[in-house]
């Protein structure tokens, strides 16, 4: 599989060519792998933003334990989401389904208390899992969406 990350260190897309089972670039102690960053896409060719790969790690070094991954990819097409969605970026990650509400209410907080994500979306979306991203803007969805500053309030 061709990777393509986008490090904000150096102003520069990097290219890395992974099998399903490795870990993601930048994926800390194998937190997150490509099969899961992938999930049921079809492509070939991933993308993301290794700032959305490290908010990961961080949540998943706070929570201290594995996270499940839905997860975090799609290409257009591929899945029921706004053509704004921040899968197609490949910044934002469904995670923790199956686990017990207690551990997905725990995982959510540690997001919106750490502020490792610009975005978590509320229980209330996402009851049986909870979605994060790394978006620059506002939500693809304003109307249905609250931002976690604008959530705070």
């Given amino acids: 599989m061709r ?18 089972n490795d870990p993601m670039p930048y994926s800390k102690d194998r937190y997150l792998t490509v099969k899961e960053f992938r999930g049921s ?32 990819f799609k290409r257009i097409g591929e899945g ?12 934002a990650f469904d995670i923790a389904q199956g686990m017990p509400k207690l551990e997905r209410d725990k995982i959510r907080n540690l997001a919106i208390k750490n502020k490792m994500f610009t975005y978590v979306e509320p229980a209330s979306l996402t009851p049986t899992w909870v979605h994060v991203d790394k978006r ?7 109307t249905r969406r609250v931002s976690i500053s604008k959530a705070r309030q």
């Fill in 3 to 20: 990777i393509l990350v986008y490090n904000h260190l150096t102003n520069k897309m990097e290219k890395y060519d992974r099998n399903l």
């Fill in 41 to 72: 896409s079809k492509s070939d060719v991933l993308w993301t933003d290794r700032r959305a790969i490290e908010a990961f790690n961080k949540l998943r070094n706070l929570y201290g334990k594995p996270i499940k991954v839905g997860y975090a």
């Fill in 136 to 142: 620059d803007k506002n939500p693809a969805c304003p």
């Fill in 80 to 91: 029921g989401h706004a053509g704004m969605s921040q899968h197609y970026a490949g910044q």
